[in-house]
């Protein structure tokens, strides 16, 4: 059973730092495409950045410069570190995987594209 424990959201000030992670257990998939979402009220789920399992990623065009994914694969932990954060960061955020990405990323950011989910965490940007 592919499991999802996301942490480290919280409120944080604008132009302040946060890191979330991400703890997958239970993928015993050889490829996938992990990734990071956010939802603010009243908005689509959207794709905030992406890794597959060679490392390559893909980044929301709003959130380039300033936020950066990782993976530990010895912890088995996926990280975005945001940076420069702006009160339209704010929303709910979620990791989430898919074991079968297409090749290419341009889906990568695509919510329908993935079908593990975790259960997702606040972050608060105040101005």
């Known amino acids: 059973q592919v499991q999802l424990v996301e942490s480290g959201g919280g409120s944080v000030q604008s132009g302040g730092s946060l890191r979330l992670s991400c703890v997958v257990s239970g993928y015993t998939y050889s490829t996938y495409c992990l990734g990071w979402f956010r939802q603010a009220p009243g908005e689509e789920r959207e794709g905030v950045a992406a890794?597959?399992?060679?490392?390559?990623?893909r980044y929301a065009d709003s959130v380039k410069g300033r936020f950066t994914i990782s993976q530990d694969n010895a912890k088995n932990t996926l990280y975005l570190q945001m940076n420069s954060l702006k009160p339209e960061d704010t929303a709910m955020y979620y990791c989430?995987?898919?074991?079968?990405?297409?090749?290419?990323?341009?889906?990568?950011?695509?919510?329908?594209?993935?079908?593990?989910w975790g259960q997702g965490m606040q972050v608060t940007v105040s101005s």
């Open positions: 890794v597959d399992t060679d490392g390559r990623t």
């Open positions: 989430a995987a898919d074991p079968s990405p297409e090749q290419t990323g341009g889906r990568w950011l695509l919510p329908d594209e993935y079908i593990y």
